[in-house]
């Protein structure tokens, strides 16, 4: 039992830290089983706004030496998701709630892949120009 939690702590460790891969691997298995490249990638992106969060909370947390990331990051959703249901609000009359719940995961996605690269040239960065 030991050996097969190790194995799914590796996995996910490896996938984790290089969220390009998850989205590689549903955009590509996905589509082969659907057939359909647009329902593939937005399923992959879906799928690997997960990883890109944690993972970008993860190295803000290393960048600045402190527990925020995560906050910061689900903070931000969480007001996004309040302006974007009052614009509704506004426009409509009503908030259709799984509809705003979409357009903030999917604009985290592309908000977290961006903060992911800024964050990884960064540490990039300073591993190379850091004299040990």
Known sequence: ???IWNSIQIVYAALAVIPILPFAIVLFGYGAIVQNRKKALIMAMDVSTVFF???AAALFNLLFKSSFGLYGILLVMILAGGLLGNAQFRKRGSVDVKRVFRAIWRLSF??????????MLIMMS????TVA
């Open 1 to 3: 039992m030991g050996a």
């Open 53 to 55: 969060i944690l993972c």
């Open 110 to 119: 592309f908000a977290t892949t961006a903060l992911y690269l800024v964050f």
């Open 126 to 129: 300073k591993l190379i120009f």
